[in-house]
């Protein structure tokens, strides 16, 4: 991964930990891996609340990506 990816990666996950909305050019694998990182490390009730706002970006979306939704659907409580 280069310098720029790294950082990237890293503003992302302290965004979804700050449950702040994150950058667009986040991957679907990438945003799942969050969320799973998140829900290991920091328990379910951060999860649900990070995971609410990942559904919420999506739904702002034009062009929802069907990997994260598909997860979402999934995760849905």
Not at 18 to 37: G, Q, R, V
Not at 49 to 69: A, Q
Request: proline share 1%; hydrophobic share 30%.
């Amino acid at each position: 991964m280069n310098k720029n990816s790294a950082s990237r990666a890293i503003q992302n996950m302290k965004c979804l930990i700050n449950e702040e909305i994150y950058f667009n050019a986040m991957s679907a694998n990438e945003t799942i891996w969050h969320l799973e990182k998140i829900k290991e490390e920091y328990g379910e009730d951060k999860f649900l609340r990070v995971f609410k706002i990942v559904e919420k970006h999506l739904n702002t979306k034009e062009s929802p990506n069907n990997k994260i939704r598909e997860y979402i659907n999934r995760n849905k409580k």
